[in-house]
């Protein structure tokens, strides 16, 4: 949803408030005894509002022989209150005779375009500005920091020894919202001038909290002022339309000075189902933000509705960081879960929801560095019911869980309780149906089969009689699921740290035959519309390899994630052109989908009976459970 103004005429459509709104930030840049000139003034009351409060050095300037004439009769009564007739690019004041530059969006009127025409004049505005301040004075600008407007000031004032600082004003903002208006973020940008600094100071203070941040150079300068503006927009569109018919707002918002988010906002609407208006903002308990209900578009759409409103803003806390309780979180979160309500919200008072009365907790066991994964970190989390996971993710992706196991208490031979991995336990549920065509081929005998990443813990156990290679191109995930995840090698299950592909291609060279090739790897590719697997995976030359590695009447099994569905049709051809068969399964909940793929006979009575078999498997070990009958209706034969 485009919610940024489309047009440069828009900024210039806003007020940019008076001295009520703008003293707190000018009293604190300028002193009683400073000399003031207030360039562009108009016919604004801010130099007889500074006047009447105790500055007594102020000269107001502005082109219009006009508008001098009408200020300085409506000040006759205030004798040092100047109004003179001057332009800004061509002042006759003599060098150096100002502590201030004061500028209430006259820049902005000076600067609607970038062309060479207006850049010209607002280099010699600049010029003029430098000229007549003192060392140590500060040029004072109110303005919007249109991206053009920005890249000039930042072009000109830390490049001739002037000290850069940016503010943003949000009292002004506030007001245009009391009144109605959309609200556009206002910056006070003052310049300080020197005669000579050994390294560019830049400075902003775009948070609610009087506190600075040092940029390291302009572009960071750039990028936070931009990215303000951004949310600034969002919040003003959110005010005054739906999104139910279109995609959800997504919002990361940083604390000053920390390149990593601290909490990300999800902004969701649903149809109104209700005659008023129904808001809140739901906190997510630390480490659950990987569920469903909170990591996936349908799920969120879900929440919103399972809450009874229209709109939620859906909070989710990133590790690294404290948070303390869940009030003091809510009063952190209060002002930007009401900048994003709509404007006909009936109730001022906006409630927080979450799914208990804490905040949730997040234990990290481990972090460290992949080669091929990057930064990772093992945690463990316990849920509503007392229930613990312990889950792996790689940084990258918060909120994809590589790896999940259930956690449960037995007691030591001393007596002490201790947590172990449940291997019989399958988090996943695509894993359930993975493990069900597995069985499809192995049933009782004695079989071999390849899994390329995951479920084998408990293949190992579901199936004992079956020979099971592991195959993983990343050595540090062994040592992570050796270490965390219970993996212990054994007379049937065997680990290869190799490349998928390449140890296909190998197999298939060497003519050696498996019962069944199952395929859960993740794709780190995130541009393209499929997250599992790679796309090298289900090239034409992979699944030759596949094809010539499986029995005939063995298996290939692979878990399909695509969040662009349109890929479908094609993946379905090109499976087609190796195996004779193919069922599939859609999980509801979710994008997954497992092919089981043959090139003989998919025996649908093999499917049942596996279905009943993995029933009785978690029976006995109060696990999982699978309802047959719909899993049986719900496979599809893809011709």
């Not at 300028?30 to 000269?59: A, E, F, H, P, W």
């Not at 302009?218 to 503006?229: A, F, M, N, R, Y």
């Not at 034409?540 to 890929?567: K, P, Y």
């Not at 006979?601 to 719909?630: G, L, P, R």
Request: aromatic share 8%; glycine share 4%.
């Amino acid at each position: 949803m485009n919610l940024l103004p489309k047009t440069k005429e828009q900024f210039s459509e806003k007020e940019y408030g008076e001295y009520p709104d703008l003293s707190s930030y000018l009293h604190k840049y300028i002193k009683y005894q400073d000399d003031v000139l207030i360039v562009g003034c108009g016919n604004s009351t801010l130099g007889r509002d500074l006047y009447d409060i105790g500055y007594r050095k102020i000269t107001n300037i502005d082109i219009s022989q006009v508008v001098i004439r009408q200020m300085s009769e409506k000040t006759k009564d205030r004798e040092t209150l100047k109004y003179v007739e001057m332009d800004a690019l061509n002042m006759s004041f003599n060098a150096a005779e100002f502590s201030v530059v004061l500028d209430k969006g006259t820049l902005d009127a000076l600067m609607p375009d970038s062309s060479t025409e207006t850049l010209s004049k607002i280099n010699q505005y600049f010029n003029e500005i430098q000229r007549v301040l003192k060392n140590g004075g500060r040029y004072i600008c109110v303005s919007l920091l249109q991206g053009h407007i920005l890249k000039a000031v930042l072009d000109f004032f830390p490049n001739n020894n002037f000290m850069f600082r940016a503010v943003r004003c949000f009292e002004v903002e506030k007001r245009a919202v009391d009144s109605g208006e959309n609200s556009m973020p206002v910056f006070i940008v003052v310049c300080t001038k020197f005669s000579a600094l050994p390294q560019k100071i830049l400075e902003l203070n775009l948070g609610s909290v009087d506190k600075m941040q040092r940029c390291t150079d302009e572009q960071e300068v750039v990028l936070h002022i931009s990215t303000t503006q951004q949310a600034a927009f969002v919040c003003s569109g959110l005010k005054k339309s739906s999104i139910a018919n279109e995609n959800e707002v997504v919002l990361d918002l940083f604390e000053p000075g920390d390149s990593k988010p601290r909490f990300t906002v999800y902004i969701v609407d649903i149809p109104p189902h209700h005659k008023n208006y129904q808001y809140a903002a739901f906190i997510v308990p630390q480490g659950r933000e990987a569920e469903w209900l909170f990591s996936t578009k349908s799920g969120r759409k879900h929440l919103v509705k399972m809450t009874n409103h229209n709109r939620l803003a859906i909070i989710t806390l990133h590790r690294g960081h404290q948070y303390g309780s869940f009030e003091t979180v809510q009063k952190e979160l209060t002002e930007i879960v009401c900048n994003l309500a709509p404007s006909s919200l009936t109730s001022k008072k906006i409630s927080f929801l979450s799914l208990g009365s804490d905040l949730g907790h997040r234990f990290i066991r481990c972090e460290g560095h992949s080669q091929y994964s990057g930064d990772y970190v093992v945690e463990d989390v316990e849920v509503d019911n007392g229930e613990k996971f312990r889950r792996l993710y790689y940084t990258t992706s918060q909120l994809v869980i590589q790896s999940e196991a259930r956690l449960r208490s037995i007691k030591s031979r001393k007596g002490d309780a201790k947590e172990i991995v449940d291997l019989t336990y399958l988090t996943c549920n695509h894993h359930i149906y993975m493990s069900i065509a597995a069985h499809v081929v192995c049933r009782d005998k004695k079989s071999n089969i390849a899994v390329v990443e995951d479920c084998v813990l408990f293949l190992n156990k579901f199936l004992p009689k079956t020979n099971i290679t592991a195959v993983d191109v990343d050595k540090d995930m062994l040592k992570i699921a050796s270490d965390w995840f219970a993996f212990r090698e054994n007379d049937k299950l065997h680990a290869v740290i190799q490349d998928g592909v390449e140890f296909l291609k190998e197999k298939s060279e060497k003519g050696e035959k498996l019962d069944c090739v199952m395929f859960d790897v993740d794709n780190k590719d995130h541009s393209l519309g499929m997250s599992c697997p790679p796309k090298e995976f289900l090239d034409n030359e992979t699944l030759r390899h596949v094809a010539n590695i499986i029995n005939n009447s063995g298996l290939f099994v692979v878990n399909i994630v695509l969040r662009d569905q349109s890929l479908r049709p094609s993946i379905i051809n090109t499976l087609r052109n190796h195996f004779q068969n193919l069922l599939s399964y859609k999980l509801e909940e979710d994008l997954n989908e497992i092919f089981l793929c043959s090139k003989s006979k998919i025996h649908m009575d093999h499917v049942k009976d596996a279905c009943v078999q993995i029933n009785t498997f978690f029976k006995k070990n109060n696990s999982n459970n699978v309802d047959i009958d719909t899993f049986m209706q719900s496979l599809s034969l893809n011709t």
